[in-house]
């Protein structure tokens, strides 16, 4: 299975943010030599291709660093060079994992999940949203390789990061042609919301089973609200912030519900040979080390449907 990371790309933070940077680099080294993963090093977006999905005016700002201080701060990082290498970088290594996911039926981005970015703005630690970005290039690709004629590609968004995806569902808002699904803790950040096609909101303190139960019933309403035109690819957001030790997430998951959620998702997916392309989402264990182990957990899981799909295993 196709693996694509861009932990190379460090964007420096100030002493004490938050942000848990080093996340992705350890994960990247607790899989190397995983028998089954193919490691890659995750190509840039151009401005071409973070276009489907943004505003010029943002792009052009981002790039040459002349968003408001209002706006950086909104993003959460302080500009550089770096943190627009880096996050061109992760909407690349989810359009590798896109395009892998296509012909092989499931790939992963390291990291990814930028779903606070909106058409025009950034937030929540999030520049580029790679989902958004992605699909669109999927359907574009889709388009040139298949014709006019042939119906196009259709997505579903599977966003199981604790935080509502409010850049990915503002993005989407008019276009039937992706379904967003949120499953989120309701009283958590973003404040102020966008309406999904499917929002599910969870309490403080939500434990595996009815967690389990909520998912299995969005899963089951995304696929009854989309049996006469079913999705061609999934982008599965794989957060690991509703497990009980996540310092932001306020949810209250275990290691094994969690792997548990992942083999759900990658089970009901393939059962309808769905290709998926996941991303890690966020993560803010107040031990990194749970966080990286958790995503492992996820990446396994991604790999055992990879297997499935190309009849490598039972």
Same mark, same amino acid.
């Given at each position: 299975m196709q693996v694509f990371s861009s932990d190379q790309f460090v964007l420096p933070l100030p002493a004490g943010h938050r942000f848990p940077m080093p996340k992705y680099r350890l994960l990247r080294e607790r899989i190397e030599g995983e028998p089954g993963l193919r490691l890659r090093e995750a190509p840039p977006a151009s401005e071409g291709e973070l276009a489907l999905a943004h505003e010029p005016a943002y792009i052009a700002a981002v790039f040459e660093g002349t968003l408001s201080a209002a706006a950086q701060r909104e993003i959460g990082f302080p500009w550089s060079q770096r943190m627009v290498e880096r996050s061109r970088r992760s909407v690349g290594a989810t359009i590798a994992a896109a395009r892998a996911a296509l012909a092989e039926g499931v790939a992963a981005n390291l990291a990814g999940g930028t779903h606070h970015a909106g058409a025009g703005q950034g937030g929540g630690w999030c520049v580029f949203n790679d989902a958004a970005v992605a699909a669109r290039l999927m359907q574009a690709e889709w388009h040139r390789r298949h014709g006019s004629a042939?119906?196009?590609?259709?997505? $579903?968004?599977?966003?199981?990061?604790?935080?509502?995806?409010?850049?990915?569902? $503002?993005?989407? %808002?008019?276009?039937?042609?992706?379904?967003?699904?949120?499953?989120?803790?309701?009283?958590?950040?973003?404040?102020?919301?966008?309406?999904?096609?499917?929002?599910?909101?969870?309490?403080?303190?939500?434990?595996?089973?009815?967690?389990?139960?909520?998912?299995?019933? $969005?899963?089951?309403?995304?696929?009854?609200?989309?049996?006469?035109?079913?999705?061609?690819?999934?982008?599965?957001?794989?957060?690991?912030?509703?497990?009980?030790?996540?310092?932001?997430? %306020?949810?209250?998951?275990?290691?094994?519900?969690?792997?548990?959620?992942?083999?759900?998702?990658?089970?009901?997916? %393939?059962?309808?040979?769905?290709?998926?392309?996941?991303?890690?989402?966020?993560?803010?264990?107040?031990?990194?080390?749970?966080?990286?182990?958790?995503?492992?957990?996820?990446?396994?899981? $991604?790999?055992?449907?990879?297997?499935?799909?190309?009849?490598?295993?039972?």
């Open positions: 042939a119906p196009g590609l259709r997505v $579903a968004v599977i966003d199981l990061d604790v935080h509502q995806g409010n850049g990915t569902a $503002a993005i989407f %808002r008019d276009d039937p042609s992706v379904f967003t699904l949120s499953l989120h803790g309701a009283r958590n950040f973003p404040f102020r919301k966008e309406a999904s096609d499917l929002d599910v909101e969870l309490p403080d303190g939500c434990a595996d089973a009815p967690y389990l139960a909520a998912l299995d019933a $969005a899963l089951g309403e995304l696929w009854a609200r989309q049996r006469a035109a079913p999705p061609g690819l999934v982008f599965y957001l794989a957060g690991a912030d509703p497990h009980e030790a996540d310092r932001l997430g %306020r949810l209250k998951l275990s290691a094994d519900g969690l792997a548990e959620r992942d083999r759900r998702v990658f089970a009901a997916c %393939r059962a309808r040979r769905i290709p998926v392309a996941v991303s890690m989402a966020g993560g803010y264990g107040h031990d990194i080390g749970v966080t990286v182990e958790i995503q492992r957990r996820t990446l396994l899981e $991604a790999l055992r449907s990879w297997k499935q799909w190309n009849n490598h295993a039972p």
